[in-house]
């Protein structure tokens, strides 16, 4: 009687003892690690060799984030049960928990080998491998995985993950087709995935394919982040009007006090900085400011505002206050990078795009950076060759070379030479020269330039040959945000006809350069030249333009120039030297670019008015293109026609073509970054 009692106390503790366990198990099913971390640590207090309650007891405290507590304990139980193969599973997993996997690698793979048909084991190793970007074995690896247990729900997430991570891979380097493919089999498998579908847009925002871009973006759940998405794409697309309204219905969608919230109003300020809305975007972000304070995101955005409004300084502030809160910030990293470009500051541009890629490997626009910055090291050759014809019977040849060997982001050197032929078969006259000049540029701060070259220049005509030296000294800086300023000095030949090379008449330029830029896309450029000849002349130059930037890509922008033109003596029969000439004209210009081609074009036309002559109209027009044929060689052609009478005469027409060429003929700099 009394072993029957014994007994069925010992069945009743049993069962008692299991019905208490599986309330641990199902707080560990539910994710509540940290009160099944104590649930089980009272356990062990009754039963501490009991190994179930060790295994869960050491589940629980590596997933509530004490991973390396969770290893030793699994190391322990390992020495006291050694081969088990569960216990040693759950080391593995500790291992993937702690991040440590390298090792977790090592340990999965024995696993694996002892038992390919454990479930646990392989889909650990392919998490592991997944961890490590080893994405092609990991896939294989979830694949078998899912043959072992079909439709498993975790498998099947961590497939997905793996996929993700491939087709991000792939993305980079440049296979979108099969990164789209990758994701296309994740949606078949999690119909309308918003992270899949988000991976997508980003792969066809990276192949350009815009069109589809917007329509994968359609396909979210999520309707703030459908406007969202399709703003950043209209603006990519050149549309930034479009981009603006979809932002700001995304704005006005979005609940209040919501992540969401804060996301569509992020993408507002963005549209609005797009559209050169300056004002507006400072009143938008001043109400972020009240409510997000000092946030990354905020300060991005601010330093977004000053890189449109060309408040550089302003805009590196906000960025070093970003990375003061994360150091490792991408926003930050590549945002100043390009905001010490912008400011002309290379040396630290290039550092920080550098450091970027160490936080964020293959970043592709951080690489472009440092490639496009590296390669303005790097030396360069840049042939050329015109042809010019006018009215008057005048013909020229011209060839030029240009070697361009940078020493530094601070110093250049360059060495030009160019030779010119000219004649005119009406009066029986030819002439040539040549010229030969070492030039240097040196940054003496930020986007503040000084340059000079000296040369040798060598002409000989019908009467005269003579060796001469030219050469000129120029100022290049930005005093203030968007404006520009040109101040320098150039000594050089009156080559155009053979006969102005016949006379040997020198030409002193002292000239002023300055470009006024505003956020409201008009500009002001004036250009004053004063110019002695060695001839006893003089010659005084103004041209301004007043113009409007209709449109970003292309770039096209339009407006009216005056010119007005006086020399101190009249020598008609020599070249145009009026005592005063006046000219109005209406122009527009455009530049862009499609693919690997740049165009560009040039089109004036008004009124010209020589002393006191009856008024004639002008016309000028230039276009030119460019193919990009390698990261480090282009060739263009360019051709241009013109009545404008300053050129020699009245009644004057002037054609050129000509041919230019670019070649970086060395991939790097010679001398170290």
Not at 582 to 593: C, I, R, T
Request: hydrophobic share 40%; net charge neutral.
């Amino acid at each position: 009687m009394k072993k029957l009692i014994l007994a069925l106390s010992m069945c009743f503790a049993n069962w008692a003892f299991a019905q208490e366990m599986t309330t641990g198990f199902n707080l560990l099913e539910n994710g509540k690690y940290t009160q099944a971390k104590l649930f089980f640590k009272e356990i062990l207090e009754d039963y501490p060799t009991n190994k179930t309650a060790q295994l869960c007891y050491g589940r629980a405290l590596g997933l509530s984030g004490e991973t390396a507590k969770a290893t030793a304990l699994f190391t322990q139980m390992q020495n006291e049960y050694p081969g088990d193969y569960e216990i040693a599973l759950n080391y593995a997993e500790s291992l993937l928990w702690a991040e440590n996997f390298n090792e977790a690698q090592t340990v999965y793979e024995d696993l694996v080998k002892t038992d390919s048909t454990s479930f646990s084991a392989v889909l650990g190793y392919a998490n592991t491998l997944s961890n490590l970007k080893e994405y092609n074995k990991a896939l294989e690896r979830v694949n078998q995985a899912l043959s072992l247990q079909p439709g498993n729900a975790n498998a099947l997430v961590s497939r997905k993950y793996i996929r993700l991570g491939r087709a991000n891979q792939l993305s980079s380097d440049g296979d979108y087709r099969t990164a789209l493919a990758l994701l296309d089999e994740n949606l078949k498998d999690f119909e309308g995935d918003n992270l899949s579908l988000q991976v997508k847009a980003n792969v066809q925002i990276a192949q350009k394919d815009y069109d589809s871009a917007f329509t994968t973006y359609g396909r979210l759940a999520d309707s703030v982040a459908v406007l969202t998405g399709q703003a950043l794409v209209a603006h990519l697309d050149g549309a930034d009007q479009k981009a603006l309204a979809l932002s700001r219905k995304a704005k006005n969608f979005s609940p209040k006090d919501s992540l969401q919230s804060i996301q569509a109003s992020e993408r507002y300020v963005q549209a609005l900085i797009w559209n050169q809305k300056f004002k507006t975007a400072r009143h938008a972000l001043d109400s972020l400011d009240q409510i997000y304070g000092n946030a990354p995101r905020i300060l991005a955005l601010k330093a977004s505002l000053g890189m449109y409004t060309g408040t550089f300084k302003t805009s590196i502030a906000h960025y070093q206050s970003i990375l003061e809160q994360d150091s490792t910030s991408f926003d930050g990293n590549l945002g100043i990078a390009n905001a010490y470009r912008a400011q002309g500051n290379l040396d630290q541009a290039y550092a920080f795009a550098q450091k970027t890629t160490e936080y964020y490997a293959g970043q592709k626009d951080a690489l472009g950076l440092m490639q496009t910055l590296s390669g303005s090291l790097a030396p360069q050759v840049m042939p050329r060759a015109a042809y010019t014809r006018d009215n008057g019977g005048n013909r020229a040849y011209a060839a030029g070379l240009s070697v361009l060997f940078p020493v530094s982001y601070r110093f250049r050197t360059q060495i030009n030479y160019d030779y010119r032929k000219t004649s005119n078969e009406d009066v029986d006259a030819q002439a040539s020269n040549s010229s030969f000049n070492f030039g240097v540029q040196y940054r003496i701060h930020n986007n503040t330039w000084i340059e000079a070259n000296l040369g040798v220049l060598n002409a000989e005509a019908d009467v005269n040959s003579y060796t001469d030296v030219n050469g000129s000294v120029l100022l290049k800086a930005r005093p203030l945000p968007l404006q520009y300023l040109e101040l320098g000095y150039s000594r050089e030949l009156q080559n155009f006809n053979a006969t102005l090379i016949d006379q040997k008449i020198f030409m002193n330029n002292y000239k002023l350069n300055y470009n006024m830029g505003t956020n409201v896309n008009l500009g002001w450029y004036t250009s004053l030249i004063f110019t002695p000849q060695t001839d006893g002349n003089q010659r005084k130059l103004l041209f301004t333009s007043l113009y409007y930037n209709f449109t970003k890509a292309p770039a096209l922008k339009g407006g009216i120039n005056y010119q007005y033109l006086s020399f101190k003596d009249q020598v008609p029969a020599l070249y145009f030297s009026p005592s005063s000439y006046q000219a109005v004209e209406l122009f527009a210009d455009l530049n862009g670019s499609i693919k690997n081609w740049q165009y560009t074009a040039n089109a004036a036309g008004g009124y010209q008015f020589v002393e006191k002559d009856k008024a004639t109209t002008l016309f000028r027009i230039e276009a030119g293109i460019i193919h990009t044929l390698s990261d480090r060689l282009d060739a263009g052609f360019y051709a241009k026609y013109s009545n404008v009478a300053s050129a020699t005469a009245a009644g004057f027409e002037f054609t050129e073509v000509g041919l230019k060429m670019r070649w970086q003929f060395l991939a790097k700099p010679v001398f170290k970054l």
